[in-house]
């Protein structure tokens, strides 16, 4: 079953505006990463949060993680042209053997 | 940054035939490998855990016998799509990681594969 739920599914923003994503998750978790994928390509690791930290910083990428909600947010500020793709919430679960299990994705569109 | 190579890119095949990926870590050995399969505008279906000489661990409902996962060295692990059917057209991603605590995961660039 589906781990994460990002939020919205589709985000369409003018370029220079930021762009925030949500993820909500279920279960207790080590950490939670954010991938991006341009279409029809591999994913690519933008971050990742340990379920200890509650902020953390990249760039032009900041994500905060609420355990006590389970919710993760990523914002994008500034926003490019280039940053338009879909973007993936990820989460390891507590435990040996753990895996990461992605959200649906939000599809971001930057107008230029 | 590590670097996964996966082969082929893109793929066309007649029904009935089997079809090979490759997944390569080219500056790093993987000892875990992971295979997933994504319908067009979905997520990342898990679908096996590939440890380098060992038997890969399918998820619920994923054929084995289907899809033959092989990790024989820790650069290279290959999924075979046996008797492909045109409902196994998809895109299929690989993905590494060189140690056993979920970490940053490592992705290949997908390959799609066409069933006729």
């Known amino acids: 079953s589906q781990q994460g739920e990002e939020d919205p599914q589709a985000l369409s923003i003018q370029e220079g505006e930021n762009a925030t994503m949500n993820c909500s998750y279920k279960?207790?978790?080590?950490?939670l990463q954010w991938y991006r994928q341009n279409s029809g390509r591999g994913l690519v690791h933008l971050i990742l949060?340990?379920?200890?930290?509650r902020e953390k910083h990249s760039g032009r990428l900041r994500v905060t993680l609420d355990t006590s909600k389970k919710s993760s947010s990523l914002l994008i500020t500034a926003s490019r042209a280039a940053d338009t793709a879909s973007y993936f919430c990820?989460?390891?679960?507590?435990?040996?053997?753990?895996?990461?299990?992605f959200g649906k994705g939000i599809t971001l569109s930057v107008r230029p | 940054g590590a670097v996964v190579s996966q082969h082929p890119s893109r793929v066309i095949c007649k029904s009935g035939t089997s079809v090979k990926i490759e997944c390569r870590s080219l500056?790093?050995?993987?000892?875990?490998m992971f295979w997933y399969r994504q319908f067009p505008k979905k997520s990342l279906m898990l679908m096996a855990t590939?440890?380098?000489?060992?038997?890969?661990?399918?998820e619920q409902g994923v054929e084995k016998d289907k899809f033959l996962i092989n990790h024989a060295s820790l650069t290279l692990s290959t999924l075979t799509v046996t008797s492909a059917h045109p409902e196994d057209s998809s895109f299929y991603i690989c993905?590494?990681?060189?140690?056993?605590?979920?970490?940053?995961?490592?992705f290949g660039e997908g390959s799609r594969l066409t069933v006729l």
């Open positions: 949060i340990r379920s200890n930290e």
């Open positions: 279960t207790s978790i080590n950490n």
């Open positions: 590939s440890n380098e000489g060992s038997k890969a661990t399918y």
């Open positions: 990820a989460t390891a679960s507590t435990g040996a053997n753990s895996k990461l299990t």
């Open positions: 500056d790093f050995q993987a000892t875990t």
């Open positions: 993905s590494a990681t060189s140690g056993w605590n979920t970490g940053e995961l490592f």
